[in-house]
Structures are given as structure tokens and as C-alpha cells.
């Protein structure tokens, strides 16, 4: 993790896992699989909304909390220890 990689890290982490899961895991990652998975993967017990509303929940909540996960440990390993 580079020193500019490592400052923004510490603004983002200041901020609380739930916002960042809710604005990069969900609205950046999971509006994208709503509107994929509305066309190309519809559950077959749901209505198309939703079917696409509960990948977008499912599939933006794993991917933030997996980013998140992944820039904690790069920052802590640098030495940004909390």
C-alpha cells in the first residue's frame, strides 16, 4: 500500500464500515447486478423487482464487506494498527 493508497484508506476507514459497504458495495456494485440480474437472472419464486432487489442486497453487501476486508488488512500492514 503506497502512502497516498494509505491516506485515503484512513479517510474512508474513518467513515465506518457501514457506509462504506453501503455506497461501494451496494450502490456501486449492487445497482449494477439490479439491473443485470433483472434481465439475465430472475428468481423463479419472485417477481422480477424482486429478484433483482435481493441480488442487488446480497451481492453489493459481500462485495463491500470483501473490499473492506482486503483494505484493512493492506492498511494494517503498514502499520495503521487500531
Known amino acids: 500500500m503506497h502512502s497516498r493508497e494509505f491516506d485515503r484508506w484512513s479517510r474512508v476507514r474513518e467513515q465506518g464500515l457501514l457506509r462504506y459497504v453501503l455506497v461501494n458495495g451496494v450502490v456501486f ?17 419472485l417477481n422480477v423487482l424482486q429478484s433483482a432487489m435481493l441480488w442487488m442486497a446480497l451481492a453489493g453487501s459481500g462485495y463491500g464487506i470483501a473490499r473492506w476486508m482486503v483494505q484493512e488488512r493492506r492498511f494494517r500492514k503498514v502499520g495503521g494498527r487500531s
Open 29 to 45: 456494485y449492487g445497482l449494477p447486478m439490479f439491473v443485470l440480474m433483472t434481465f439475465v437472472i430472475p428468481h423463479p419464486r
